[in-house]
């Protein structure tokens, strides 16, 4: 039976018929490829069973949720149902209260990482390649490019009846920037919570055992939603990350023995230090190297 993937709308979340740079029309086509039934779904007119919606995608909404749409949620994740969560920092998407049910706080402000990050851009634009063990990132070989991210936490006294698994992190040198109007960040630690951070993570229900238990709800939230969009879906890590992550709340076992297969772009995203190693060699060592040949090459013409 094919299994359907329903993306929630009506929030000002990422369209999967949008083919601009922040659509998900990429990712509806890859999931396609592999099988799925897609759709967009309304929270308002679409009562929501395991059943009935296999995977429940929240693509970065931008606008607060009913209280009703709350409940139809909570009944789905109570029925068994499975859940991706994509909630960008600095929006009002609503979905606070109810993950603080589960134990869930999501950070304010926006992760700052100097060296988890692409090369000499902004420290925000993170790159990260601190992964913890769990099916979802199992062989993962390429970083994940997430910009603009928020942190995750965990309350374990409100999440007692969870077991809240971390996906990815920053680095010890990170730390949540919470003066948005600072062009040239710096850990402040009176105001900045410092890293290691929680980027994504899993909840499932404590002492149940998934894939046995045909009611068995699991959860994925994700401090990010652009880096699943059509403008940086084909960056290492990103196409891998989001099939893993569907896959995986889908029970699709086989899906996650293997990596996508999806054509994609790899290009090569040095870090910090690479990326000073590269400015040496291109700019000191390569002309010294051909200044002295040439030297060389002059004087032995001069002897002839």
Known sequence: MQKHIGFVTGHGERGIH????????????????????????????TPLTPSGVTTLIVPGPTGPLTPDEMDNIRSYIQAGGRLLLLLDPQTSHGY????????????????????????????????IKRFMGHDITLNFTSPLLLPVSRHIGFDAKK????????????????????NMDNKDPSLDPETDTP?????????????SKKGKDPNHPAIVIIGNSIFASNAYLSFPGNTDFILQSVAWLADE????????????????????????????????????????????????????
Request: without cysteine; hydrophobic residues 45%; glycine residues 6%.
């Open 18 to 45: 949008n083919q601009a740079r922040g659509g998900f029309s990429m990712v509806r086509a890859a999931l396609e490829r592999q099988g799925y039934q897609v759709s967009e779904i309304s929270l308002k007119t």
């Open 96 to 127: 606070s209260p109810l993950v603080e049910e589960w134990g869930v706080e999501l950070g304010p402000g926006i992760i700052v990482d100097p060296v988890d990050r692409m090369a000499q851009s902004s420290p925000t634009a993170l790159q």
């Open 159 to 178: 999440g007692a009846q969870w077991t809240f698994t971390e996906l990815a992190q920053t680095s010890e040198d990170s730390w949540v920037e919470m």
């Open 195 to 207: 890293g290691p951070l929680v980027l994504a993570a899993t909840l499932e229900p404590r002492g």
């Open 253 to 304: 076992h086989d899906l996650l023995s293997i990596a996508p297969k999806d054509p994609a772009l790899r290009p090569f995203i040095p870090n910090p230090t690479q990326e000073h190693m590269l400015l040496a060699l291109q700019v000191f060592s390569l002309p010294s190297l051909f200044l002295l040949l040439g030297l060389t090459i002059w004087r032995r013409r001069r002897h002839l």
